[in-house]
Each structure stands twice: as C-alpha cells, then as structure tokens.
C-alpha cells in the first residue's frame, strides 16, 4: 500500500500540481496542495510538475500479512439491474477455484436501480454463491470506471479479499487496471486459465508471444491476487441448492464523482459497441463467420445479410476486419472476441491459431472453404469443401 504526501516545508503553493491533475485530486489551501487520496491515481504527473520536490509516493514498509486476506470476488456486470450473462461463467470458475483454496465467493454488483434483493439472492444462489455485496447509489446506472474504480478499490481495502476477478469485456479491462493501481497490486489481464496452487495463489494462466506459449503467473507477495478473465472461455454451472441462506450486504456509497458534473454533462448519448440489429457475439447462439474468402466489402454484406435472415450473429475474421470490411467488435480470435456458440459456420476461413483461439469451443462447427487443406477443417465437425457463394445460393433456394 502506498501513499502520497505533499512535504509541507517545501509547498509554496504555486498551483502547477493542481494544473496537471487530470482527476481533480489536488486543492490548494492555506497555501499549501492538498492531495485528495480518495481521488488520487498515483499518476505522478504532479510529482514531474512539481518544481520543489514538494510531493512523493510513499511505499508502506509494512509487510503485507497474506493471513489477512480471505475470500474471492467475482465483480460481476450489472447494469440497470441486467446482469450479464458472462459474469456467471467467472462465479462459477471462482466456486470451482474456491473448493480448491477453501476461500468463500462474493459476487459484487454496483449499481443505481437493483433487480430486488430476493431475485438477486435466487439468481445467484442456483451457481453455488452465499455472499452477494451489492453497492448502490443512484449515480451508480452510468458506468464511469474512474468511480466505479475508486468504490471498489475502497471495498477491497476495508474487506481484504484474497482474489479478485474481473471480465476482461471492455467494463472489466477498463476498470481491473484502475483498481490494481490504485490498490498498489498485481493484474494479470485476458486469462483464459485459472488455478490455485498448494500455497493457495491464483495461477493466472494467458497466451503471450501472439498466442505461441501459455504464461503463468503467480503474484505472491501483493493482496488481492487479481486478474480479468476472457469472455466464454469457462462454462457456467449451476451448484446444486444448499439450505443454508445466501448472505445479501447492500452498501449505499457516496454520492459523489471523480468526473466533474460539467464534464459528464459533455456524455450526449451512450451507444452500444454494436450496430443495434447485431446479436452480442458472446451471447450469440448461432454465428456465422465471414473470412477473407468473402472476398469484397459486398461479399461480407451478403454473408452478414444470410445471418439475419437465419437469426445469427454476424462475426469475422481479423483479415477481414483489417480490409475494413467488419467492425473491430465483430472479430473473433486472440485479438478478438471470444465465442461459444452452439452452432458457427465458418464462410471463406482458413482456420489460423489466431482466430481458432476465439471459437473452438463453439458446439459444432461448420466450415465452408473451397481449399480442402484448409486448417479450419482440422477442428471442424461438418467439413463442405466448395465455393462458399454457390452453398449460400444452394441454402437459399431451400429456404
Ligand atoms: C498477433 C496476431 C493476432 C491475431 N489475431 C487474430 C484474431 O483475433 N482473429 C483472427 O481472425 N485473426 C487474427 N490474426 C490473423 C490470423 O493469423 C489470420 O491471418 C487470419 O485469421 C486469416 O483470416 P482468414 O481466414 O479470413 O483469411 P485467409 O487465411 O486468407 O483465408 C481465406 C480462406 O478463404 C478460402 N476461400 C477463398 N475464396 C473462397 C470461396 N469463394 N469460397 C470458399 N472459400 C474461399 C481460402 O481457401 C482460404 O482458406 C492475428 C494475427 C496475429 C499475428
């Protein structure tokens, strides 16, 4: 744990910390800067400004006592009272990580309107939770991670959990970093493995060298050990009913914000990263996936045009999505979105390790490739080796 403190002898005053604080943490009072710690992101810009050596982090020489740290948050995503249905796949790696550390699990929602105590409570007890900590405010229905990040790094001071898990969707990646920085602790970002091993740490699996070897990492020596886990790469199960009752918490904050009311005035709409028609990809049941063998902008519309009419999300390969042709959020792969959908068919694929990473873990698998050596048809359950537009018209005309 740090801290970060200004030397009052040295302090003149001189206000060019508090110009350069992007988080509106500093105030000058009786001629001396002020740091706001609740606010404060350890950015070191103010200490770079700072012409008089005024102001320095703190690192605490007290040594962290792991036996003060107990249990595992899941930090779930919860919005307008929607929960999302990813969160339920990470609650049920950490109850499967819990039987192996004998850490209980909390699943922790923030939010402004709730979705009722006992739903919560039905909801979350059928994937084997006992804990809930649902902390509201009526602020709280807009996301804005730089809030979001100070509520929860707050939490976690006061209740000292050992494991923290995030998703990495874009709520979890931009919110993870934030809280580990401010909390002086370790984040593996993007796992697609976790484990406890015989001391009881988080093994924190993920692909590194562009997916050509599996790194584990362990972070002994700083508490909570956290890490952001990719969408559908665990299966969530329900946990047989147990009789013993589910321990709901719900904690008001604050109503306060690290953004100025000024510059949330500045947000005119929040938008979906999707186009509104498109089915979310990691809820999708049926994807159908456009490669480069679409060959053209129109070759992808009319891919994308099949899909809707047979109730699929529309996805791509990143060749695809290079050449302009898709959004960045249609990709599937390494660099991607992650899917586990009962049924993708892939149109025009070839099957690199890249995109594979992203939808081996589909149901059945389809592939459409006029090249019978294509890779795609390794991992395949249905291989059709043929032109893709002449199987789109065959369809068709069966319809
Ligand atoms: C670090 C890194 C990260 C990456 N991340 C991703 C990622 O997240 N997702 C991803 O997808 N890729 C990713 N890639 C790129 C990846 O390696 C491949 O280049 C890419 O997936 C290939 O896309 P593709 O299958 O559409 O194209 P190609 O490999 O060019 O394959 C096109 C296929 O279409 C077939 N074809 C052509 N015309 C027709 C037709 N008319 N009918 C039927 N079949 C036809 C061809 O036989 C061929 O097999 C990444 C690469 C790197 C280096």
């Known amino acids: 744990m740090s801290l970060i403190k200004v030397n ?33 992101t350890f950015c070191n810009a103010c200490i770079d400004a700072c ?73 979350f007890a059928e994937y084997g939770v006992k804990k809930i900590k649902l902390i509201v405010n009526d602020k709280l229905d807009r996301y804005i991670p730089e809030d979001f990040s100070v509520i929860i790094s707050t939490e976690i001071l006061v209740d000292k959990p050992k494991i923290v898990l995030f998703l990495g969707t874009i709520f979890g990646r931009s919110l993870a970093p934030r809280v580990a920085t401010r909390i002086r602790t370790g984040l593996t970002a993007d796992c697609t493995e976790l484990q406890i091993d015989k001391d009881g740490n ?96 129109e070759g992808f519309e009319l891919v994308k045009d099949f899909a ?15 050449n302009g042709w898709a959004s960045v959020s249609e990709q599937i792969g390494q660099t991607g979105i992650t899917v586990r959908p009962e049924l993708y ?15 081996r873990n589909s149901r059945k698998i389809v592939a459409i490739n006029k090249d019978l050596r294509a890779t795609i048809f390794k991992i395949a359950d249905y291989c059709i080796v043929a032109d893709l537009f002449d199987v789109i018209d065959k369809l068709k005309s069966n319809i």
């Open 51 to 123: 012409k008089f050596d005024a102001i320095k982090i703190i690192q605490s020489d007290r040594k962290i006592d792991s036996t003060e740290y107990k249990g595992i948050w899941v930090i779930v995503e919860y919005f307008n009272a929607e929960l999302k249905n990813t969160s339920f796949q990470l609650i049920s790696k950490a109850i499967e990580l819990s039987k192996a550390s004998g850490d209980e699990v909390t699943a922790v929602l923030i939010g402004g309107k709730t979705a009722g105590n006992e739903k919560l409570k039905r909801i």
């Open 308 to 322: 809707r009419v047979n109730g699929a999300a529309i996805a791509a390969t990143r060749a695809v999505v290079d």
């Open 202 to 297: 988080l093994l924190q699996i993920r692909p590194t060298y562009g997916g050509k070897i599996l790194a584990t990492i362990i972070s002994p020596y700083n508490y909570p050990q956290m890490a952001s886990v990719r969408p559908n790469v665990f299966i969530k199960k329900k946990e047989p009913l147990k009789d013993a009752g589910i321990d709901l918490t719900v904690k008001k904050t604050e109503a306060r914000s690290v953004i100025s009311a000024k510059e949330l005035k500045k947000i005119l709409k929040v938008i979906s990263n999707t186009d509104g028609a498109q089915i979310p990809l990691d809820v999708a049941k049926i994807i159908f996936c456009a490669g480069l063998g679409v060959g053209s902008k």
């Open 345 to 359: 068919i892939g149109f025009g694929v070839s099957g690199a390790i890249h995109h594979i990473i992203g939808m």
């Open 8 to 40: 009052q002898e040295k302090c003149n005053g001189c206000g060019k910390c508090l110009k350069v604080c992007n988080y509106n943490a500093i105030k000058i009072e009786d001629k001396k800067a002020n740091i706001d710690l609740y606010s404060c």
